[in-house]
């Protein structure tokens, strides 16, 4: 098996919805960029796996094809809010395998303005399971994600005495950072008390400033070999030294926090570190799914980047930023870039990449050399990343 090299990376900045151009321009715009950060031809990519999760059938070959028409499969991808990830795993495994050489993972996504909701209501839905665990436990209605993050950001508050502070620090930490980000959504800085005193979305403690908006954008990568990176001569690359993916187990349904994915990112991580032989600590930069900052806060423990239980003095003690054991979501995560959702594993490889070439300008973390992704589906699916500096 060949190891597998991202040779090439790019991506659109994301726009709130209306803002934004035609998937198909977004896209294709996107490819071409991780062409020509790669170095080279759309003719050596053997095969494509497009994600996207709004849209009919083949969108990512309409989407492809503004970029080059070439004959090649294209792999449709629809893995919840993991779709950008899921075909970046698809695109490794065809190169680790030996099925290609050099494999093209792109996403993208047109959104809606407001929550997440379901096209699909004329048949069973695949999150009814988890509606029945927070009826269960009396979590009061609200769209599906707002309802399943914000109920396990109140279990863990009501689990670890913690207080709601801590995820207004985090939307604080993340915007922080988004202001080095050219390519952020939003650039302007949030104070902790502007984050608590914001519009309430759910129960008596999630703000609006603590949720992701909808977003509209693209991302692309290159993925190869070894030997077909050093026959043409690319010189940027940055190994996929694991990846893993994971999906719900009965586990699952325990409680709010591992209803969104706490056990699936658990599972993961522990793969991809076993399989790199090398420990957590080790690892310089992450960009994790921070589609709710419950969510940074829970899979900060998921990751085991702190112990169970212990978010609150991770965060007080400034170990998820500059200066810390760890920088999490230099780019300004889904927070504040925004999460177009077939783009969004794909724009935090972009990210990551940038970091471990020095490239990522102010807001490089120094000496970068190991960087873990953790992109998360509800529904469920986890995969999670570890890249290493060449």
Not at 97 to 124: I, K, N, T, Y
Request: with cysteine; aromatic share 8%.
């Amino acid at each position: 098996m060949s190891n597998a090299i991202v040779a090439g990376v790019d991506m659109v900045k994301f726009a709130k919805p209306g803002q934004q151009e035609p998937y198909r321009v977004m896209a294709s715009t996107a490819i071409q960029g991780a062409l020509k950060d790669a170095g080279i031809e759309a003719s050596a990519v053997q095969q494509a796996y497009g994600s996207y999760i709004y849209g009919d059938s083949t969108c990512a070959q309409h989407a492809l094809y503004d970029a080059f028409m070439t004959g090649i499969p294209v792999i449709n991808v629809n893995n919840n809010c993991s779709s950008g990830s899921t075909a970046l795993f698809l695109a490794r495994q065809a190169v680790e395998s030996g099925a290609a050489e050099c494999v093209l993972a792109f996403g993208f996504e047109e959104m809606q303005p407001g929550a997440l909701s379901s096209h699909w209501d004329d048949r069973e839905s695949p999150f009814d399971n988890f509606l029945d665990v927070l009826d269960k436990a009396d979590y009061p209605a609200a769209p599906l994600a707002l309802r399943c993050f914000g109920a396990a950001g109140h279990y863990y508050m009501e689990k670890y005495n913690a207080s709601r502070d801590i995820f207004a620090k985090v939307s604080v930490k993340t915007r922080n950072h988004a202001l080095n980000n050219p390519l952020s959504l939003f650039n302007t800085p949030l104070t902790e008390e502007q984050v608590l005193n914001d519009k309430v979305v759910f129960m008596d403690y999630l703000t609006r400033t603590m949720c992701c908006p909808p977003t509209c954008g693209a991302g692309a990568a290159i993925v190869c070999s070894e030997a077909f990176a050093k026959k043409h001569g690319i010189d940027g690359g940055v190994k996929i030294a694991a990846q893993a993916m994971a999906t719900d187990t009965p586990q699952t349904w325990d409680n709010p926090i591992d209803l969104i994915g706490a056990d699936m990112t658990r599972r993961a991580a522990k793969q991809v570190f076993e399989e790199a032989s090398v420990d957590v600590s080790d690892v310089d930069v992450v960009e994790l799914h921070d589609c709710f900052t419950t969510n940074e806060v829970v899979t900060y423990e998921g990751l085991g980047l702190c112990a169970e239980g212990e978010a609150s003095k991770f965060i007080a003690d400034g170990d998820n930023t500059y200066g810390g054991k760890f920088v999490v979501n230099p780019s300004g995560g889904l927070m504040s870039k925004g999460h177009p959702i077939g783009a969004t594993g794909l724009a935090q490889c972009y990210e990551l990449v940038n970091q471990l070439r020095g490239q990522a300008d102010q807001r490089q973390v120094a000496g970068a050399k190991l960087a873990l992704q953790h992109n998360l589906g509800l529904g469920g699916a986890v995969v999670v990343t570890l890249y290493q500096a060449s």
